[in-house]
């Protein structure tokens, strides 16, 4: 039988070694643990998510948490995976960005209606450095499966991101402009709703699109 994964929501004090305690505890419990957030740092409080594959039932792992003297609440909650689901992360600019973002919701409502879990993220961002570092990022937000670059022109240390996030297994689909960011994507799409229509297809399970059996990348 495959481990569960699970989501605690812990609420510790704050101060040195309070994640090394918690994490003990979690390693009694053979968790293994797929991901850790710190929701909140203040002198007050600390907030902490885990999600934790585990073999064993969750009360049992509670309750030793709550046992330790920094921690003074523990919630089990349904994981960010199973109510969120995969991401599909959508940057450039504000116009290109909103039309790119009306086919992926439509899309997204589709599969999720079907059992899909698919959430849509947005943020305009122009100048060469701040696309560049924001491509890179994605590649570090939890749930990420597929980028799309929605702008007029793009390209130089853009591009370079590009590559580098697609190595990191992230899909990146760009909209049909000037520059060379087009060159490096798995996909390339003339219209924006149609772009973030197929970015959620590539990326869902309840969808029978496949990027790779494409004969040809340019839309």
């Known amino acids: 039988m495959a481990d569960e994964t699970i989501g605690l929501v812990v609420y510790a004090d704050p101060g040195l070694g309070v994640l ?16 850790v957030e710190i929701l909140e740092h203040r002198p007050a409080e600390a907030r902490i998510y885990f999600e ?16 330790l003297a920094v921690v003074r609440r523990v919630d089990v909650v349904k994981t960010l995976e199973k109510i969120y689901g995969k991401r599909i992360i959508i940057m450039g600019g504000g116009a290109q960005v909103g039309q790119v973002a009306i086919g992926a919701v ?16 947005t943020i305009p961002l122009v100048g060469e450095q701040k696309l560049a570092d924001a491509v890179r990022a994605v590649a570090r937000l939890p749930r990420a499966r597929a980028l799309v670059l929605a702008g007029s022109l793009m ?11 697609r190595q990191a297994g992230l899909l990146v689909v760009s909209l049909n402009m000037a520059g060379s960011v087009p060159e490096a994507a798995d996909l390339v799409v003339s219209d924006p709703v149609q772009a973030g229509v197929m970015a959620v297809m590539a990326v869902a399970d ?7 059996r494409l004969k040809r990348r340019v839309f």
């Open 155 to 165: 390209g130089g240390e853009i591009e370079q991101a590009v590559r580098e996030v």
């Open 206 to 212: 309840t969808a029978k699109f496949n990027v790779e």
């Open 52 to 67: 934790i594959a585990l073999p064993s039932e969750a009360g049992a792992l509670a309750g030793d948490l709550r046992k």
């Open 20 to 35: 090394h305690q918690l994490t003990g505890v979690i390693a009694r419990h053979q968790g293994d643990i797929t991901s």
């Open 106 to 121: 439509s899309e997204a409502d589709r599969h999720n209606i079907r059992g899909e879990h698919i959430s849509v993220d």
